[in-house]
């Protein structure tokens, strides 16, 4: 697979560092509320990737944290009354729901940032015995980005720099800082009153980790010093993967990782999503409306995760009837396909343009569309031909991690075909042949076919 490489500004063809297992590292939800859709934008393409190298027969290892302790998690743990573990677990647990019915693979190994804090303590203690960091008068830590000639070659942040004329000696202690505001981070905060409960005890005096410092200390436990992606929304560039990659290259010493691989925002109504434009998007809320998690599903890999995607609601009805006609598709081929043939698929036959754009850059627009004239091309193929079609159309769906609706949703019948329908029955149970075969034409002329049964009957559209 190729894929766009943000540190290295180009595709790159990826392939594992020990030759057989992809190592790979998605920073995680910060568990203090439901996650919204454009959270899960991002784990479901991260989702698509890993299973688009695995259908390619590639060997995965994908590691994805809990973010269970910073600023916020705290704040809304103390406002709800909860001790942070009960709060954040309730969370982790909703989170986990939602990521079921998205049909999300579970990570193969999934660390809390509560649970690494000796991990966590253990790194400061390096970067400070290197030189990289230093502890102010107030029992915090900070890293120290001068003593980093690397810092900022993932966002670029030297031309930044010119263009902001910003100069480096700032200190910022919250876990989430301006966008464009240079400065030391912090790596160990001091316990403040705020904090209530939620601090520990470590060579520098009480208090807690900072947010950047997790992810690098579950790495260097999990994946080590080198590994072969890392992963996660492109607000995550700068600062947090920036930092990332300060605190692991000091304290381990390795690459950290070979590729970086971001995905954009999803927008809502052509902007940010916010509580206060009352356009934020849970799974729950769009279930509200009629709407299923694999609904949603279509729509975030309706567009190429490098572009925007603009959320309607609109694109959810569109969704729904796309995956339909996916699903007629894919049972006129079975009908066809001799119930003893079941292929592997082999080779990916009419859905070969479906799968290349899988592998070209992670292009899920262009796959679904590979889809739909693989059908129409699959459409003229008889027997063992339309099963092994099956196969490979069923295996790149694999890939995209949908599911297909069972049967066609049964179309709403309107009141005065019903009502005619109805009579008719009436009709036909008490021997009228001539008035049941007139209103069987008069619902024909309506666009309604009726078939009987023994039990009852059925109407279609015609
Ligand atoms: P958080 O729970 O805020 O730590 O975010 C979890 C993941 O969702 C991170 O990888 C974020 O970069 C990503 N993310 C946040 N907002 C959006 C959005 N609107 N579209 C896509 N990804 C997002
Ligand atoms: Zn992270």
């Not at 066809?336 to 009419?350: H, L, S």
Request: hydrophobic letters at 40%; aromatic letters at 10%.
């Amino acid at each position: 697979m190729r894929l766009y490489d943000t540190l290295a500004r180009e595709l790159q063809e990826l392939r594992p560092l020990d030759g057989t297992t992809f190592r790979f590292y998605c920073c995680g939800p910060t568990v203090y509320g439901p996650a919204h859709i454009g959270n899960f934008r991002t784990f479901v393409l991260q989702d698509v990737f890993r299973r688009a190298l695995e259908t390619g027969g590639m060997r995965t290892f994908h590691v994805r944290n809990i973010t269970d302790v910073d600023d916020k998690t705290i704040r809304d743990s103390q406002a709800a009354g909860k001790s942070l573990k009960d709060f954040t677990t309730f969370w982790t647990e909703k989170f986990h729901a939602d990521c079921d019915a998205l049909g999300l693979l579970p990570p193969h190994v999934e660390p809390g940032a509560i649970e690494h804090i000796p991990q966590q303590i253990a790194m400061i203690g390096t970067l400070l015995e290197k030189g990289h960091a230093y502890a102010s008068d107030d029992g915090s830590v900070y890293f120290n980005i001068a003593s980093f000639p690397g810092y900022g070659k993932l966002s670029r942040l030297d031309q930044r720099e010119l263009e902001l004329g910003k100069t480096q000696n700032a200190r910022a202690n919250s876990d989430e800082y301006e966008k464009d505001s240079l400065s030391d981070f912090v790596l160990w905060k001091a316990r403040k009153p705020e904090d209530g409960e939620n601090f520990w005890p470590s060579p520098w005096g009480e208090g807690r980790p900072g947010w950047h410092l997790e992810c690098s200390a579950m790495i260097q436990e999990y994946l080590g010093a080198d590994f072969d992606l890392h992963s996660g929304g492109v607000d995550l560039v700068f600062p947090h993967h920036e930092n990332e990659i300060a605190q692991s290259q000091c304290a381990c010493g390795g690459h950290f990782a070979a590729h970086w691989f971001h995905i954009t925002h999803l927008l809502v109504d052509g902007g940010k999503m916010s509580k206060s434009l009352g356009n934020l998007y849970t799974l729950e809320d769009l279930a509200a409306r009629g709407f299923s998690a694999m609904d949603v599903r279509y729509v975030l890999i309706g567009a190429h995760y490098r572009k925007p995607l603009n959320f309607t609601l609109e694109s959810l009805a569109a969704a729904r009837e796309a995956m339909s006609k996916l699903a007629k598709g894919a049972r006129s081929l079975a009908a066809k396909a001799p119930a003893e043939t079941r292929f592997d698929a082999v080779d990916f036959g009419p859905f070969q343009a479906a799968w290349d754009s899988l592998n070209d850059d992670l292009n899920t627009p262009g796959c679904l569309g590979g889809l739909f004239t693989g059908l129409r091309e699959a459409a003229k193929l008889e027997g063992e031909e339309a099963a092994r079609a099956l196969a490979a159309f069923n295996r790149v769906l694999r890939a995209l991690g949908l599911t297909l609706p069972e049967e066609e949703p049964e179309a709403e019948v309107p009141a005065e075909i019903r009502a005619l329908a109805e009579e008719r029955w009436a009709a036909r149970n008490a021997k009228d042949w001539a008035k049941a075969d007139t209103m069987r034409q008069q619902l024909t002329e309506l666009g309604w076919n009726m078939k009987d049964g023994k039990e009852g009957y059925e109407l279609s559209q015609s």
